[in-house]
């Protein structure tokens, strides 16, 4: 489903390479790999291998990557993706109306989703790290869900590796008891299922969040996308008029955002405002954007963290994007569980240093929540917050605060 040769010419003229890698035998062999967007480099010192967090795609580090590649050339990076992605639709990108495409997205079968847990993620992602060591030693760096990943990768595999990096994500050294993976549990949100159910057909495959279906996200993406095109045609919204641009930063930016944690400080909406009823109804003043009828409602960039148009552009790729439409429930669950899925991962020493950096509006908001001394003991780390950022802030961020402190971390003086 994928279309890398359909704009080769594309990615060459942004000097990035969207790659198909090697995955562990499931039984799908069309679905059996995953995927890398590459920043390469001439003659590279090290590989920034970037592991993206819940619900995340290749592009969320596109900002960062970007950043990065200006300060050091020396420096290839590479933003995976998991193999879920392969699953996804991506022609509509490549229609002259995305979101109408969209708008009708089937399902594939998601029948694969239920075998792809921990152990193949693992198996995965060590063959990603095998391909980037043909270019250079490699450094991980996780975000979020994806430092958990990083996380428990070093655990089987700190000798591949020469750094590892946690970017607003720490392994929870508390895990769900066996009885809980297995039977299910119970949050805020409602009964999260276990395993039996999940392997029985009785659950999901697929994480979703209310509002955030797959179809949601390729909808989100789509307009984003468009917005990146023709960020100022003006497209209706609500009983109102926005412009592209509007209406696709509405949906993320923190002033307006229902999900916090999927919010990003990229500027105001320029028209009155009022107050959400469904933030209300979830117990959140949540702000919305209401224009008068005679005029459209427009975006302003007003100087916070990330600038709104650079984080548009970080959707317009087709092949790949900045969500993992299907994200298979049996990760996040056996990630949440993973002793009883693989004893051998655990609290071990690391022979380098750790750097882990939160965000002061996100996941991690104070250093010793990285519990760096209990996950690595007896390694060397340090973990910084840096203020005013949410957890995507942190990627997206315009002053390369992010990427200062990373290569800080690559030159050995945090």
């Not at 299907?326 to 693989?342: C, D, I, N, Q, T």
Request: no cysteine; aromatic share 10%.
């Amino acid at each position: 489903m994928r279309v890398p040769a359909l704009v080769i010419s594309f990615a060459l003229a942004l000097a990035q390479e969207y790659r198909t890698l090697p995955g562990t035998p499931t039984g799908w062999p069309e679905l059996d790999r995953s995927y890398a967007l590459v920043y390469e480099a001439e003659a590279p010192k090290a590989v920034l291998l970037l592991v993206p967090g819940l619900l995340g795609g290749s592009t969320n580090f596109a900002l960062l990557a970007e950043h990065l590649r200006r300060e050091a050339p020396w420096l290839e990076v590479w933003a995976w993706e998991r193999r879920a992605n392969g699953l996804e639709d991506r022609w509509g990108f490549l229609t002259q109306d995305p979101t109408a495409y969209y708008q009708g997205l089937p399902e594939p079968d998601l029948t694969p989703l239920r075998s792809w847990g921990l152990e193949v993620h693992l198996k995965d992602l060590d063959l990603a790290v095998e391909s980037a060591r043909k270019r250079a030693p490699v450094v991980l760096a996780g975000h979020s869900l994806g430092a958990s990943l990083a996380t428990l990768y070093a655990f089987r595999h700190e000798e591949k590796l020469k750094g590892l990096i946690l970017l607003d994500g720490a392994l929870q050294l508390q895990p769900l008891s066996r009885e809980a993976l297995e039977q299910g549990y119970v949050t805020p949100f409602g009964r999260f299922p276990g395993l039996e159910d999940l392997l029985q057909g009785r659950a999901d495959p697929v994480f979703r969040l209310p509002f955030l279906s797959p179809k949601d996200l390729a909808l989100a993406e789509a307009e984003a996308f468009l917005a990146a095109k023709r960020p100022l045609d003006p497209v209706p919204y609500g009983p109102y008029r926005a412009t592209r641009e509007a209406r696709a930063l509405l949906r993320v930016d923190d002033h307006y955002s229902l999900f916090p944690l999927f919010s990003v400080s990229a500027g105001r909406a320029w028209a009155r405002e009022g107050l959400s009823l469904l933030g209300l109804l979830q117990g959140r003043v949540v702000l919305t954007a209401r224009g008068p009828r005679s005029h459209v409602v427009e975006w302003r960039d007003t100087g916070e963290a990330t600038d709104p148009r650079a984080f548009l552009r970080a959707f317009a790729r087709p092949e790949t994007g900045f969500s993992e439409w299907y994200f298979p429930y049996r990760l996040l669950l056996e990630v949440a569980g993973y002793p009883h899925v693989a004893p051998d991962l655990g609290p071990r020493p690391l022979p380098y240093p750790v750097l882990a950096l939160g965000a002061g509006r996100g996941l991690v908001t104070r250093p010793e929540d990285f519990h760096l001394g209990e996950a690595f003991p007896q390694t060397p780390g340090w973990a910084l917050v840096l203020p005013g950022l949410t957890h995507l802030d942190l990627l997206t961020e315009r002053q390369g605060r992010t990427a200062q402190a990373l290569l800080e971390y690559l030159a050995g003086r945090p």
